[in-house]
């Protein structure tokens, strides 16, 4: 195998697929990374068995020369020092030659590198699925409602199926809903032309797949091609194929954990309320869980407040655009809140509260397509 290829597109490359590596793999060869040459270009590979990352760079694309030689063949090379040498090359091509005993000439300027590398016959086959179901979404629509929820999945895995985003189609909508049983949130999509039909009733994402997928997406409204099978789903785009494993299991029926009526409903600059909840919670730090406390003090004023025995307190007036209804004192996680805040789109928030020891939701205020659901934290 040859290769004489653009560094900087190649490095582009090596950083997608490795995401996909861990070191720490029951199977040895997945520690390393594959390269496979064709005729029509290089697909690098990364595997850890629950996520495959195929990324292609073809010989040109609209008039621009990415690879000036190619010879055809493939290797597994070190995952850890390939990348490293890649990046600390002197000139803007890389040279790979491969010989008869595996091993790796790396060439570049007047710096030269010889690697061992590994038989790619020994590299596990990575599975297409074969399937009629596939679907397109536009990549900031996906990545945005992977923005929307992923952080909601729980981190721990008492109970596996939490730590993923459930995905399902209801009432002619694409719903993510994110859950770790203290928060909930959830974004949805109007299928309109994006899905004629969804394959399966539901399917829950591990959560670590869809941030890695979010960080390799560019913002574009290209499309995304989106196939699901019974145990793994797959994205892919022109250039990226990324495969993940689906979480087994029931996801939980979150809908009968959004209140239907509210007693109390604030209208609020979520900017001034994010400023606010993030000053409060540097006090709150200490106390484990970050509780700070909100209380209406008269139909325009909020007080948002913390207090550590042993460091201080704090205490915070905010005007507020409206508040309807009855008096409010409620005690909250100012992470989960500041989460919840960070992915509104808007400038104002409504949240609806029914009590203080009941859960309570925030929606941007002319849409319902975002809903971030908090359970409050009992403090007397």
């Known amino acids: 195998m040859k290769i004489v290829i653009n560094r900087d597109k190649l490095m582009e490359s090596i950083q997608h697929v490795t995401k996909a590596i861990s070191a720490k793999t029951a199977i040895p060869i997945l520690s390393g990374l594959k390269i496979q040459a064709t005729t029509n270009g290089i697909t690098l590979t990364g595997s850890n068995s629950d996520i495959t990352i195929e990324s292609f760079i073809p010989v040109e694309e609209e008039g621009i020369q990415f690879i000036d030689e190619l010879e055809a063949g493939e ?64 990549i900031n629509l996906l990545k945005n409602m992977i923005k929307q929820t992923v952080f909601a999945v729980s981190t721990s895995e008492t ?27 959830a974004s949805k999509l109007p299928l309109d032309d994006h899905i004629n039909e969804f394959p399966f009733e539901q399917v829950v994402i591990p959560g670590k797949s869809l941030n890695e997928l979010s960080k390799i997406l560019q913002d574009t409204e290209n499309k995304i091609q989106i196939s699901i099978s019974e145990n793994q789903i797959a994205f892919q785009t022109d250039h990226l194929y990324f495969l993940s494993r689906l979480l087994d299991g029931k996801y939980p029926e979150t809908s009968r954990l959004i209140p239907e009526e509210s007693k109390t409903l604030i209208q609020v600059g979520t900017k001034t309320l994010l400023q606010a909840v993030d000053r409060a919670s540097l006090l709150a730090k200490e106390n484990h869980n970050n509780v700070i406390r909100l209380q209406t003090l008269n139909d325009q004023i909020v007080e948002i407040s913390s207090q550590s025995p042993e460091i201080g307190k704090v205490e915070e007036e905010i005007s507020v655009a409206k508040i309807d209804g009855e008096e409010l004192k409620i005690s909250f996680s100012s992470k989960y809140m500041i989460d919840a805040l960070k992915i509104m789109e808007t400038d104002q928030v409504k949240i609806e509260f029914t009590g203080a020891m009941r859960p309570f939701i925030i929606k941007p205020i002319d849409h319902d397509q975002i809903l971030q659901l908090i359970l409050p934290v009992r403090t007397f």
């Open 75 to 138: 290797i597994i090379v070190h995952a850890k020092y390939f990348p490293e040498i890649i990046r600390k090359l002197p000139s803007d091509t890389a040279a790979i030659q491969v010989d008869e005993q595996l091993q790796v000439t790396i060439q570049s300027g007047h710096a030269e590198f010889h690697l061992n590398g590994q038989d790619a016959e020994e590299y596990p086959q990575i599975s297409q699925i074969q399937t009629e179901t596939n679907f397109e979404l536009p």
């Open 159 to 185: 109970r596996p199926i939490l730590t993923g985003v459930n995905i399902k189609v209801e009432n002619e909508q694409l719903h993510f809903i994110a859950t770790d049983s203290h928060r909930l949130a």
